[in-house]
């Protein structure tokens, strides 16, 4: 993602920064979803899952980036915190 572009983007929840997740952080997350551990903001569960992601600051929620564009609505953000995903 475009480093420039990266910089403008904020979490519409929390107003954090957005950094990308690493490819670790993927993984243990598409093994959450596969395992029907990750709530979306909506309440509903993910069910795909994730190629690339923005993760806040404080590691607790993450915004999917499909085809290149990210995913920022508050409804589709990943709850990190309940499926037990920790970021660095």
Do not use: F, W
Request: aromatic share 2%; charged share 25%; net charge negative.
């Amino acid at each position: 993602m475009d480093r420039k572009l990266l910089d403008l983007l904020a979490c519409p929840t929390t107003r954090q920064p957005l950094r990308p997740a690493d490819a670790r952080m993927l993984h243990d997350l598409n093994v959450a979803i596969a395992g029907g551990a990750v709530k979306r903001g909506d309440g509903s569960a993910q069910s795909t899952a994730v190629d690339a992601a923005l993760v806040t600051a404080d590691g607790r929620l993450a915004y999917r980036i499909d085809d290149g564009i990210p995913v920022l609505l508050a409804e589709e953000s990943l709850d990190l915190t309940t499926c037990g995903i920790t970021v660095a």
